[in-house]
């Protein structure tokens, strides 16, 4: 199974400041032949299910904020919010779809400092 | 717009089987790269993949959960159900289904419409 190493498990922001999170999976998730990485990112709020962000690692969904972006390749990922707005706290995960079992990381809570 | 629901017994017992239907409701149930996941959520914990179905009924489940998984399908109704075999306390969850988006037959990819959820728990 890919393991994805999610990083920190928690971060506090200030308002409009930038969040960085961190997906570390255990082997490379870039599959060659479409050069695609195989990672989405999604938001989970409160009592929400969650809701996709980025694919491919580096695609924004429509309707999804330019100031969500993703980025990396092969085995190490990021997602930045650029200014951290009230609206963004949530619960972070990375899931990979290279392999079954499609596997998720253990997510990272961003709060307000 | 894609609306998917869950349903089923909000509290099962030690040993049993827990079952769960999701009813989805929108034109993209008979496609033929409609794929549908079950995904589980733990009190307080993270997401794991359950088990996932396609239109035509094949389906792939969790190695982790062995062969205590069952998934169908109900054209005719929309309908997607889950059973859980043997169940014990660590099977207590927020349990969603959702659309596992299907670019084409070969990759499966992300969950992209997910119902609410609701939550299972294991207790006698």
């Known amino acids: 199974d890919i393991v994805l190493t999610q990083s920190p498990d928690s971060l506090a922001v200030s308002l409009g400041e930038r969040a960085t999170i961190n997906c570390q999976s255990s082997?490379?998730?870039?599959?060659?032949?479409?050069?695609?990485?195989?990672l989405t990112w999604y938001q989970q709020k409160p009592g929400q299910p969650p809701k996709v962000l980025i694919n491919?690692?580096?695609t924004r969904e429509s309707g999804v904020p330019d100031r969500f972006s993703g980025s990396g390749s092969g085995a190490d990922f990021t997602l930045t919010i650029s200014s951290l707005q009230a609206e963004d706290v949530a619960v972070y995960y990375c899931?990979?779809?290279?392999?079954?079992?499609?596997?998720f990381g253990q997510g990272t809570k961003v709060e307000i400092k | 717009q894609l609306h998917l629901q869950e349903s089923g017994p909000g509290l099962v017992k030690p040993s049993e089987t827990l079952s769960l239907t999701c009813t989805v409701s929108?034109?993209?149930?008979?496609?033929?790269?409609?794929?549908w996941g079950w995904i589980r959520q733990p009190p307080g914990k993270g997401l794991e993949w359950v088990g996932t179905?396609?239109?035509?009924?094949?389906?792939y489940s969790n190695p982790s959960l062995k062969s205590r998984v069952a998934m169908s399908v109900d054209t005719s109704k929309t309908q997607i159900s889950l059973r859980l075999t043997s169940v014990t306390a660590a099977d207590t969850a927020v349990y969603y289904c959702?659309?596992?988006?299907?670019?084409?037959?070969?990759?499966?990819?992300?969950?992209?419409?997910w119902g609410q959820g609701i939550l299972v728990t294991v207790s006698s």
């Open positions: 899931q990979q779809y290279y392999n079954i079992p499609w596997t």
């Open positions: 179905i396609y239109s035509s009924g094949g389906t």
């Open positions: 082997q490379s998730i870039l599959n060659s032949p479409n050069n695609k990485n195989y």
């Open positions: 491919w690692a580096s």
């Open positions: 959702a659309r596992h988006l299907a670019v084409t037959t070969s990759v499966v990819t992300w969950f992209d419409s």
């Open positions: 929108g034109d993209s149930f008979k496609k033929d790269t409609s794929y």
